[in-house]
Structures are given as structure tokens and as C-alpha cells.
T-cell receptor
Framework: NAGVTQTPKFQVLKTGQSMTLQCAQD?????MYWYRQDPGMGLRLIYY???????DKGEVPNGYNVSRLNKREFSLRLESAAPSQTSVYFC???????????FGSGTRLTVV | GQQLNQSPQSMFIQEGEDVSMNCTSS?????WLWYKQDPGEGPVLLIA?????ELTSNGRLTAQFGITRKDSFLNISASIPSDVGIYFC?????????????FGKGTKLSVKP
């Protein structure tokens, strides 16, 4: 019963470096989401995937790309990291939104 | 776009006290959810509300779906130190955001033993 698994848990990047945040869920959920959490800003939606093969922009997509690799996996890529992307990133999934989302434990990213 | 106004932003209370927080919106929602985020973890669903006027409890937690469908309340009775964390409300309107949840900015709860 892993639920939603995110890797890595912590990462420090230099400005301009690239990296991919990985997310996998084992609940056979159709929809997956990437959020960032900053102090006082709550959870802001970066990208989501309503089903395998589809992705859509959320509230704050600039500087990010995503890939829905298969039904289980949804990755978030930072092509050229900037200090403004220092944040905690959460992946989530759901079968139907009315039942709520299941969140991973987060990736804490620092860009210096 | 749709927004949820969650208040208060933060609370500092003594162990044993009761806590109240709420979310309001200018839009109608069909579903209200309440989450808790422990320090260093992801949010976890506490209570889901599906009907206007509905009152639902989960242990010491009680949440209500406002009759106007534009607000929801969460109460915690007899707080304990492990209640510390950030509480988020979330609303769902089937007609908007393609079925995605809208989250409030959270209420940060601190409990003094």
C-alpha cells in the first residue's frame, strides 16, 4: 500500500541545472497532479493529467514540463532551474475528484 | 478564477481548547473537503462533505457544509499537541476547473502543551 511515491525527497540544484521529479501511484487512479507549496501561498497547481496520454496547464506552469509516462507515472521536469522554483513539490492522484486527492510526501527543492 | 478564502491564517492555542476555522467562496461548490498536513508530510484527507447542510464528524473533528453551498467550517474539540499542522479546505464544482479541486491557502495550527 505505497499510495503515491515521490522521488527524490530532497534536492539542491544550482541555477540553470535541470532535473526531473518522479511520481508513481499504485492505486490505478486516472488523474494525477503536480502542486507546489510556498509559505502563505497554499497549494498551487502546476500541471495535471486527467488521464493517460493527456496533460494540461494549471495555475503556475511556466518553467515546468510534464510527462504522463503511463497510467502509474507522472514526472515534472525543470529544464533550467531558477531560485524562484525553490519550493516543496507535491504529486497527487485521484480516481474521482469527489473522493479527494491522495498526496505524496513531497520533494523539497532548493535552487541556489 | 474560483478562489477559496480560508481563515484564520494561523492560530496559537492552548492544549485542551476548541478550534474553529472556515472557508468561504463567492462560488457554489458541490463538494467540500478538509485536509490536514503534518510537518514535513503531504496533506491527508480528514473529512468529505457532499450535501448542503451536512454535518460530519471524525473523532474530535466536526465539519459542516454550509447551506448556501458557499462555505464550510471545521471544528476541533479539546485540542492536543498532535493536532499541530496546516489544515486546508478544498472545494469542487463540477462545472468549473474541469473537475479539479480548488484549495484554500491553509490555517496553520500551533498547540501549546
Amino acid at each position: 500500500n505505497a499510495g503515491v511515491t515521490q522521488t527524490p525527497k530532497f534536492q539542491v540544484l544550482k541555477t540553470g541545472q535541470s532535473m526531473t521529479l518522479q511520481c508513481a501511484q499504485d492505486m490505478n487512479h486516472n488523474s494525477m497532479y503536480w502542486y507546489r507549496q510556498d509559505p502563505g501561498m497554499g497549494l498551487r497547481l502546476i500541471y495535471y493529467s486527467a488521464s493517460e496520454g493527456t496533460t494540461d496547464k494549471g495555475e503556475v506552469p511556466n518553467g515546468y514540463n510534464v510527462s504522463r509516462l503511463n497510467k502509474r507515472e507522472f514526472s515534472l521536469r525543470l529544464e533550467s532551474a531558477a531560485p524562484s522554483q525553490t519550493s516543496v513539490y507535491f504529486c497527487a492522484s485521484n480516481s474521482r475528484a469527489v473522493y479527494g486527492y491522495t498526496f505524496g510526501s513531497g520533494t523539497r527543492l532548493t535552487v541556489v | 478564477g474560483q478562489q477559496l478564502n480560508q481563515s484564520p491564517q494561523s492560530m496559537f492555542i492552548q492544549e485542551g481548547e476548541d478550534v474553529s476555522m472556515n472557508c468561504t467562496s463567492s462560488s457554489i461548490f458541490n463538494t467540500w473537503l478538509w485536509y490536514k498536513q503534518d510537518p514535513g508530510e503531504g496533506p491527508v484527507l480528514l473529512i468529505a462533505l457532499y450535501k448542503a447542510g451536512e454535518l460530519t464528524s471524525n473523532g474530535r473533528l466536526t465539519a459542516q457544509f454550509g447551506i448556501t453551498r458557499k462555505d464550510s467550517f471545521l471544528n476541533i474539540s479539546a485540542s492536543i499537541p498532535s493536532d499541530v499542522g496546516i489544515y486546508f479546505c478544498a472545494g469542487l464544482n463540477y462545472g468549473g476547473s474541469q473537475g479539479n479541486l480548488i484549495f484554500g491557502k491553509g490555517t496553520k495550527l500551533s498547540v501549546k502543551p
